[in-house]
């Protein structure tokens, strides 16, 4: 079995802040996806990439940057951080197969103060 | 794009009672549909996937039948348990390279005892 480590728990910052969310995985899965989870809403893509140093834009990058350094690790940017996109932020990752399932982390909930 | 439509929630049962959460999807393609399941604090998790037309996926008492000319997926439970109370995840896959997913909004089932 793995696990996936979303870092950190609770995440507080001001409007207008950078804020970095980070999400490790021991399953040595090559895709990796980042989604918001709003209250009532279901999940929105907002970044995935398919190996190391691949990134693609979901349907809710903007506002976002991420990065994909090492397979085993994506890290996902706030680059100004406003009220309206206070959140759960959820990590996953994936075989390459297809149709394979996705496993996720616990997820980052963030405050925007 | 493709979409998925699920009921709407907040869902309240009594325990031993019957579960239906109706998914509805729209996609000009052949997807594999799935069911995930969230409990508080954790990020979702695979309940069962179907990636054929016509066939039934199970797992833990809870089933959905794939409905190609309906376009359905519906998520039934003969008798619900306290312990089910999460929110359900209607979600839909169309490219095997990416894996990515397109979720419903979600219902939130609460069982009372």
């Known amino acids: 079995g793995g696990i996936i480590t979303q870092t950190p728990k609770f995440l507080i910052g001001q409007e207008g802040q950078k804020l970095t969310l980070k999400c490790q995985q021991n399953f040595n899965h090559d895709t990796m996806y980042w989604y918001r989870q709003d209250s009532g809403k279901g999940l929105r893509l907002i970044y995935y990439s398919i190996t190391e140093n691949d990134l693609q834009k979901g349907d809710l990058s903007e506002g976002y940057d991420a990065s994909r350094e090492k397979k085993s690790s994506f890290s996902l940017t706030v680059t100004s951080a406003q009220k309206n996109e206070m959140a759960v932020f959820l990590c996953a990752s994936s075989p390459p197969s297809g149709y394979a399932e996705q496993f996720f982390g616990p997820g980052t909930r963030l405050t925007v103060l | 794009g493709d979409s998925v439509t699920q009921t709407e929630g907040p869902v309240t049962l009594s325990e031993g009672t019957s579960l239906t959460v109706n998914c509805s999807y729209e996609t000009k393609q052949y997807p594999t549909l799935f069911w995930y399941v969230q409990y508080p604090g954790e990020g979702p998790q695979l309940l069962f996937k179907v990636p054929k037309a016509n066939e039934k996926g199970s797992n833990?008492?809870?089933?959905?039948?794939?409905?190609?000319?309906?376009?359905?997926?519906?998520?039934?439970?003969?008798?619900?348990?306290?312990?089910?109370?999460?929110?359900?995840?209607?979600?839909?896959?169309?490219?095997?390279?990416?894996?990515?997913?397109?979720?419903?909004?979600?219902?939130?089932?609460?069982?009372?005892?």
């Open chain 2, 60 to 113: 833990r008492g809870f089933e959905a039948t794939y409905n190609k000319e309906a376009t359905s997926f519906h998520l039934q439970k003969a008798s619900v348990q306290e312990s089910d109370s999460a929110v359900y995840y209607c979600a839909l896959n169309v490219n095997t390279n990416t894996g990515k997913l397109t979720f419903g909004d979600g219902t939130v089932l609460t069982v009372k005892p």
